[in-house]
């Protein structure tokens, strides 16, 4: 896979950004198929950086009810990157 292709985008929330200013850790959204060393390359391919360790997750799609039945959301791969020290991503 390609590093573009694995890294869908950052994910920006509360919980995150104190993330990214008190441990140096970034969250993304990737690719369902990634493993973590596919997240690692393409982390320190896009961004310069050098990462330290790895958590995922897989979120679950929620179900929303509409007029005409239910249907299911899309799995999603959540990525948190703690980067070694010295090193920061300017994401905004």
Known sequence: MLAI?????PLITEKGTWGMNE?????????R??????I???????????VE???TQT????????R?????EADIKLATVRLAEGNT???F
């Not at 441990?23 to 690719?31: K, M």
């Not at 198929?33 to 596919?38: F, G």
């Not at 005409?68 to 299911?72: L, Q, V």
Request: overall charge positive; aromatic content about 10%.
């Open 5 to 9: 292709d694995v890294i869908k985008r």
């Open 23 to 31: 441990q140096n850790r970034y969250a993304f959204v990737v690719d």
């Open 89 to 91: 991503i300017e994401l």
């Open 53 to 55: 360790k790895i958590n």
């Open 68 to 72: 005409y039945g239910m249907r299911r």
């Open 40 to 50: 690692k390359r393409a982390v320190e391919q896009i961004y310069n950086v050098k």
């Open 33 to 38: 198929r990634a493993s973590k060393t596919d």
């Open 59 to 66: 979120r679950k799609g929620e179900h929303k009810r509409f």
